[in-house]
């Protein structure tokens, strides 16, 4: 195979809103500030800004973009052993759930460890992005407090993330990457705080969400805005309050009540966060609705090639938005979308023929909605600025329970970009044994031997991010031996 192995409901009261206004000036919030401030200083020196070495200027546009397969995916089917001893302990352990002898698509790596590995069949459209060198695997990946081994989960000997096999828990520790610290910011959100100092003439937030509100994109300063894959959200009933219909008045009338002097802290913000989001919604549907769909759109000859699926059509959105960034005024743009469906427990493949059923049916969205949106940006001329990731509650267990899986804790993830060094696989593969060195007990749930905050440190350096501020995004990175796991 081939290895690269481098370097419960809020309190909406008013006393918790203020804190959470407040907090903006608390130490994460300082240290934001602080390295907002270096960003500015940075590109006040001509030629200057936060720059990855090899890359393009700090001025240059650059898209980070989410995807997030809610509900755990079993990534021990998604890539599997392809020589013969590793298939058949691969068989024996996995049972009714093992892909058919030879179904996989080789995976064939410039780096190995000894042993082959073959791709899920479903996922051809992301095998060819992985043989064209646009595609890479980051393997065994998982919410980590510190670098941790069998012997010392095995003993407790140091901190784990809680609530390891927990959906709710697990989610919110993967966008957050702050598992040992109750619920504040996403990473995402922190790196959009950091980073929003590049776009100077922004129209609306930098952060855009394709499934509603998620913790990943959650900032001090920098908001999340939701988009529906039919374009902007806006207020049922209403209209621009210029005209005289009903739709009008009424619009005109609740801005006028918006921008009235309010008595509390409450009241003012929002109704100012509501005037906002309005605007937001009038400018983006003013800018989406204008020759960025079809013949149309920036990429005619790949806008058909998205499917019905809802995934597919938030990936389309997001190229539309994308290539709308000059006119909203953005250079650094994170996106979120969510497929759900992974929890699998039962029905996970077809009885007669385990290469089909259920999660081929997800993988095979997943590949085929990336592939779309990259040859979009192919065709936009900005493959290079935009880089996808998976991310995922966790992975199953190796073994089935008797019709699908458990949960579990490491898992395998897909990068897709023009700037991915791919057709390799990152990380370390787990060793395949139940009960072996990275079970944590007796049904392959894999300790993971990438962090969360290895895996998004890379593509935070990637998206421009400098060493020294890193920390500010990614809290606990130095508890890892590695900052970038090069997949970029």
Same mark, same amino acid.
């Given at each position: 195979m081939n290895r690269t192995d481098t370097a419960t409901s809020p309190d909406p009261s008013r006393r918790k809103f203020l804190g959470s206004c407040c907090a903006a000036v608390g130490a994460t919030g300082m240290l934001s500030a602080l390295a907002q401030l270096r960003v500015l200083g940075a590109l006040a020196q001509p030629g200057n800004g936060p720059q990855v070495p090899g890359t393009a200027a700090a001025e240059d546009y650059k898209a980070l973009v989410c995807l997030f397969l809610a509900g755990g995916n079993d990534a021990n089917n998604l890539i599997v052993p392809y020589d013969a001893a590793g298939y058949a302990a691969y068989a024996a352990a996995r049972t009714a759930l093992a892909l058919p002898s030879g179904a996989a698509l080789p995976l064939v790596t +410039?780096?190995?460890? %000894?042993?082959?590995?073959? /791709?899920?069949?479903?996922?051809? #459209? &992301?095998?060819?992005?992985?043989?064209?060198?646009?595609?890479?695997?980051?393997?065994?990946?998982?919410?980590?407090?510190?670098?941790?081994?069998?012997?010392?989960?095995?003993?407790?000997?140091?901190?784990?993330?809680?609530?390891?096999?927990?959906?709710?828990?697990?989610?919110?520790?993967?966008?957050?990457?702050?598992?040992?610290? +109750?619920?504040?910011? %996403?990473?995402?959100?922190? /790196?959009?705080?950091?980073?929003? #100092? &590049?776009?100077?003439?922004?129209s609306i937030s930098m952060s855009i969400s394709l499934n509603g509100q998620n913790s990943f994109q959650v900032g001090r300063n920098i908001a999340q805005y939701s988009v529906s894959t039919s374009g902007a959200i806006g207020l049922s009933g209403s209209a621009a309050p210029t005209g005289t219909s009903a739709a009008s008045v009424r619009t005109k009338a609740m801005n006028d009540l918006l921008a009235s002097p309010q008595g509390n802290l409450f009241e003012t913000a929002f109704g100012g966060m509501t005037t906002n989001a309005i605007a937001d919604s009038a400018l983006l549907s003013t800018v989406l609705g204008s020759g960025t769909t079809g013949a149309n759109s920036a990429?005619?000859?790949?806008?058909?090639?998205?499917?019905?699926?809802?995934?597919?059509?938030?990936?389309?959105?997001?190229?539309?938005?994308?290539?709308?960034?000059?006119?909203?005024?953005?250079?650094?743009?994170?996106?979120?979308?969510?497929?759900?469906?992974?929890?699998?427990?039962?029905?996970q493949v077809d009885n007669t023929n385990t290469a089909i059923g259920a999660h081929a049916n997800l993988l095979a969205d997943v590949a085929n909605s990336m592939k779309a949106f990259y040859d979009a940006t192919v065709e936009m001329g900005i493959a290079d600025s935009v880089t996808t990731f998976t991310a995922s509650d966790f992975g199953r267990t190796y073994n089935t329970n008797g019709d699908g899986s458990d949960h579990g804790w490491g898992s395998h993830h897909l990068i897709v970009g023009g700037a991915v060094q791919g057709g390799n696989i990152y990380g370390r593969m787990p060793d395949l044994s139940l009960r072996g060195v990275q079970d944590t007990g007796s049904r392959g749930q894999w300790i993971p031997t990438t962090s969360v905050d290895e895996y998004s440190a890379t593509l935070a350096t990637w998206f421009g991010v400098s060493a020294t501020d890193l920390p500010v995004v990614l809290p606990n990175i130095g508890r890892f031996a590695r900052q970038n796991v090069a997949f970029l």
């Amino acid at each position: 195979m081939n290895r690269t192995d481098t370097a419960t409901s809020p309190d909406p009261s008013r006393r918790k809103f203020l804190g959470s206004c407040c907090a903006a000036v608390g130490a994460t919030g300082m240290l934001s500030a602080l390295a907002q401030l270096r960003v500015l200083g940075a590109l006040a020196q001509p030629g200057n800004g936060p720059q990855v070495p090899g890359t393009a200027a700090a001025e240059d546009y650059k898209a980070l973009v989410c995807l997030f397969l809610a509900g755990g995916n079993d990534a021990n089917n998604l890539i599997v052993p392809y020589d013969a001893a590793g298939y058949a302990a691969y068989a024996a352990a996995r049972t009714a759930l093992a892909l058919p002898s030879g179904a996989a698509l080789p995976l064939v790596t +410039p780096t190995s460890d %000894g042993r082959a590995w073959g /791709l899920h069949p479903s996922m051809t #459209a &992301f095998h060819q992005l992985f043989g064209a060198g646009k595609g890479a695997i980051l393997a065994n990946v998982g919410t980590l407090l510190y670098p941790t081994t069998k012997a010392q989960y095995t003993a407790r000997s140091v901190p784990l993330p809680p609530q390891l096999f927990s959906h709710n828990d697990q989610q919110v520790e993967w966008q957050s990457s702050l598992a040992d610290r +109750p619920f504040q910011t %996403g990473w995402g959100g922190r /790196l959009a705080d950091l980073t929003n #100092a &590049f776009n100077t003439n922004a129209s609306i937030s930098m952060s855009i969400s394709l499934n509603g509100q998620n913790s990943f994109q959650v900032g001090r300063n920098i908001a999340q805005y939701s988009v529906s894959t039919s374009g902007a959200i806006g207020l049922s009933g209403s209209a621009a309050p210029t005209g005289t219909s009903a739709a009008s008045v009424r619009t005109k009338a609740m801005n006028d009540l918006l921008a009235s002097p309010q008595g509390n802290l409450f009241e003012t913000a929002f109704g100012g966060m509501t005037t906002n989001a309005i605007a937001d919604s009038a400018l983006l549907s003013t800018v989406l609705g204008s020759g960025t769909t079809g013949a149309n759109s920036a990429f005619p000859n790949t806008y058909g090639a998205f499917s019905n699926t809802n995934l597919a059509q938030q990936m389309r959105t997001i190229a539309r938005l994308i290539s709308a960034r000059t006119t909203l005024g953005l250079k650094r743009q994170v996106f979120f979308a969510r497929i759900g469906g992974w929890d699998l427990h039962d029905n996970q493949v077809d009885n007669t023929n385990t290469a089909i059923g259920a999660h081929a049916n997800l993988l095979a969205d997943v590949a085929n909605s990336m592939k779309a949106f990259y040859d979009a940006t192919v065709e936009m001329g900005i493959a290079d600025s935009v880089t996808t990731f998976t991310a995922s509650d966790f992975g199953r267990t190796y073994n089935t329970n008797g019709d699908g899986s458990d949960h579990g804790w490491g898992s395998h993830h897909l990068i897709v970009g023009g700037a991915v060094q791919g057709g390799n696989i990152y990380g370390r593969m787990p060793d395949l044994s139940l009960r072996g060195v990275q079970d944590t007990g007796s049904r392959g749930q894999w300790i993971p031997t990438t962090s969360v905050d290895e895996y998004s440190a890379t593509l935070a350096t990637w998206f421009g991010v400098s060493a020294t501020d890193l920390p500010v995004v990614l809290p606990n990175i130095g508890r890892f031996a590695r900052q970038n796991v090069a997949f970029l």
